[in-house]
């Protein structure tokens, strides 16, 4: 079946320091990647998104592409801040209605 | 872009009391909506699938009768927690599919519920 396997944290960098989160993804077919964000006492936001193999998706500084290669969708952001500090899912979905399958989810810590 | 809402945000309950949760989506129609379930510092733990006008079909280990899903519109469905005990505590949060937006969900702000 379709699994997500995304890097264990809790990370912790300071502000301004680069982000990397790695997601590595076991599908059939060609699923759509998400990455999701939960900012603590919230629900989940979609942070960005890539639908095929190439495809960069990008969002306020957070950047992920889409490698079917490696079959992985890493998070990277250049410099990051304090108001970044939240838990982050990588995710898949097929074609269809079916649900969204997640990583167990990877907790950010960004002191200044 | 699409919204989904659920209500309420916060819940407090006595053991073996029932809550509904509510998620609508509110500018479009969600043919299919998920709930999901969140234990403190884990993933999301996929529930049930609430299809418009039928049965939810619930994952393994989740218990129909004690999580009643019901889907009586395009835009809400509905989580009622029967006879709630404190090991039902969570945070519960819905999805719902703009069938317009292929493969992407939009998640509900979640509903924190405290059973004491």
């Known amino acids: 079946g379709n699994s997500v396997t995304q890097m264990e944290g809790p990370v912790t960098l300071s502000e301004e320091a680069f982000l990397t989160i790695n997601c590595t993804y076991t599908?059939?077919?060609?699923?759509?990647l998400f990455w999701y964000v939960q900012y603590p006492g919230e629900g989940l936001q979609l942070l960005l998104k890539?639908?095929?193999?190439?495809d960069k998706g990008s969002n306020k500084g957070f950047e992920a592409t889409y490698r079917k290669e490696t079959t992985s969708f890493h998070l990277e952001k250049g410099s990051v801040q304090v108001s970044d500090s939240a838990v982050y899912f990588c995710?898949?979905?097929?074609?269809?209605?079916?649900?969204?399958?997640f990583g167990k989810g990877t907790r950010l810590s960004v002191i200044a | 872009g699409a919204v989904v809402s659920q209500h309420p945000s916060w819940v407090i309950c006595k053991s073996g009391t029932s809550v509904k949760i509510e998620c609508r989506s509110l500018d479009f129609q969600a043919t299919t909506m998920f709930w999901y379930r969140q234990f403190p510092k884990q993933s999301l733990m996929l529930m049930a699938t609430s299809n418009e006008g039928s049965k939810a079909t619930y994952e393994q280990g989740v218990e129909k009768d004690k999580f009643l899903i019901n889907h009586a519109s395009l835009t809400l469905s509905t989580l009622t927690v029967t006879s709630a005990h404190p090991e039902d505590s969570s945070f519960y949060i819905c999805?719902?599919?703009?069938?317009?937006?292929?493969?992407?969900?939009?998640f509900g702000e979640g509903s924190r519920l405290t059973v004491l």
């Open positions: 995710a898949l979905s097929d074609s269809g209605n079916t649900p969204l399958v």
């Open positions: 890539a639908t095929k193999a190439d």
């Open positions: 999805s719902a599919r703009d069938r317009r937006e292929s493969g992407e969900l939009f």
């Open positions: 599908a059939t077919g060609y699923p759509s």
